[in-house]
T-cell receptor, first 113, second 113 residues
Framework: DGGITQSPKYLFRKEGQNVTLSCEQNLNHDAMYWYRQDPGQGLRLIYYSQIVNDFQKGDIAEGYSVSREKKESFPLTVTSAQKNPTAFYLC????????????FGSGTRLTVV | DQQVKQNSPSLSVQEGRISILNCDYTNSMFDYFLWYKKYPAEGPTFLISISSIKDKNEDGRFTVFLNKSAKHLSLHIVPSQPGDSAVYFCAAMNSGGYQKVTFGTGTKLQVIP
């Protein structure tokens, strides 16, 4: 079955540490996205990538970094510069001209302890 | 700047009755509108969409209405079922090329048995 796999589902990080969230898709989608969900704020775009080796900042990119070395993979690194990293992180992918927008992964809950 | 707004953070409806979820947008360049449903600790799943050239789209118990002049859309669920209890996100995008979807803040629907 095609889909998007995010791992791990739950992640704990100590303050000052970087952490990388994994996102893999086997849908052959060109574009991939990272969103963050906070209570009362909906989904906010962190980074997106339209093709391999290219990515753009979204609305809240500060404190995050990404790479897109393979079409299937779009890992997100939450750096120590991110002031409020505790959130639910969602990865998504899409192809052009699709009326249903994105296919989402099941998310990663990151908690800073 | 919140381009897609859902002003009701929550809604409670009796089972069997109609649920109406509302959404407003400010960007007149949006030409596709979508509704996603999200359960806790899961990624959103696509529910229904509508093109800006239409004013209504129906899929089973779900109907989306679009009023372009008012920049307003609504999702009707009839009849509401307990399994419909979830957070519903309104979203909008430009359908050309690699679309970037803008999400609202979500409305939590509770269907009471």
């Amino acid at each position: 079955d095609g889909g998007i796999t995010q791992s791990p589902k739950y992640l704990f990080r100590k303050e000052g540490q970087n952490v990388t969230l994994s996102c893999e898709q086997n849908l052959n989608h060109d574009a991939m996205y990272w969103y963050r969900q906070d209570p009362g704020q909906g989904l906010r775009l962190i980074y997106y990538s339209q093709i391999v080796n290219d990515f753009q900042k979204g609305d809240i990119a500060e404190g995050y970094s990404v790479s897109r070395e393979k079409k299937e993979s779009f890992p997100l690194t939450v750096t120590s510069a991110q002031k409020n990293p505790t959130a639910f992180y969602l990865c998504a992918s899409s192809i052009p001209g699709v009326e249903y927008g994105y296919t989402f992964g099941s998310g990663t809950r990151l908690t800073v302890v | 700047d919140q381009q897609v707004k859902q002003n009701s953070p929550s809604l409670s409806v009796q089972e069997g009755r109609i649920s109406i979820l509302n959404c407003d947008y400010t960007n007149s360049m949006f030409d596709y509108f979508l509704w996603y449903k999200k359960y806790p600790a899961e990624g959103p799943t696509f529910l229904i969409s509508i093109s800006s050239i239409k004013d209504k789209n129906e899929d089973g118990r779900f109907t989306v209405f679009l009023n372009k002049s008012a920049k307003h859309l609504s999702l009707h669920i009839v009849p509401s079922q307990p399994g419909d209890s979830a957070v519903y996100f309104c979203a909008a995008m430009n359908s050309g090329g690699y679309q970037k979807v803008t999400f609202g803040t979500g409305t939590k629907l509770q269907v009471i048995p």
